[in-house]
C-alpha cells in the first residue's frame, strides 16, 4: 500500500510564495510519475504539474507555467511543489497524486491515471 502525505498550505497574500510537500509511506515511490493536481470550490479537479519518475520530465499547466516548480527527492520519498507569485484564482486544496503505471515513458495529466491520492492541503490566496 502507499500512503501520500500533504503539507504546507496555507494563507498567503497575492504574490507570496509557497511550497508544498508531499511524503510518500510504503514502497515503490522512485518508479511512478507523480503530479500535483487542484480543485476549487465548484470546479473540477485539474491538473497542476507533473514529474517523471526520474525526474526529467514535467508538465506544467498553462496556468502555472513560470511560476510553479514541481521536482522531487526519491531518496527522501518526497514530491515538492514550490508556488512562486501566487494569485488569488491559485486558491484550492491542492493533492499530490502517483501515477498507476510503473515507470510510464510519457507524463500524463489525466486523473483517472493516477492510483493514489493524498488527503489534500489548502491554499487561500488573499488578494
Known amino acids: 500500500q502507499v500512503q501520500l502525505v500533504e503539507s504546507g498550505g496555507g494563507l498567503v497574500q497575492a504574490g507570496g510564495s509557497l511550497r508544498l510537500s508531499c511524503a510518500a509511506l510504503?514502497?515503490?515511490?522512485?518508479?511512478?510519475?507523480m503530479a500535483w493536481f487542484r480543485q476549487a470550490p465548484g470546479k473540477e479537479r485539474e491538473i497542476v504539474a507533473v514529474?517523471?519518475?526520474?525526474?526529467?520530465?514535467?508538465y506544467y499547466a498553462d496556468s502555472v507555467k513560470g511560476r510553479f516548480t514541481i521536482s522531487r527527492d526519491n531518496a527522501k520519498k518526497t514530491v515538492y511543489l514550490q508556488m512562486n507569485s501566487l494569485k488569488s484564482e491559485d486558491t484550492a486544496v491542492y493533492y499530490c497524486?502517483?501515477?498507476?503505471?510503473?515507470?510510464?515513458?510519457?507524463?500524463?495529466?489525466?486523473?483517472?491515471?493516477?492510483?493514489?491520492w493524498g488527503q489534500g492541503t489548502q491554499v487561500t490566496v488573499s488578494s
Open positions: 497524486a502517483r501515477d498507476q503505471t510503473w515507470r510510464r515513458t510519457e507524463v500524463t495529466g489525466v486523473p483517472s491515471e493516477y492510483e493514489y
Open positions: 514529474i517523471s519518475w526520474s525526474g526529467g520530465s514535467t
Open positions: 510504503g514502497r515503490s515511490f522512485p518508479n511512478y510519475n
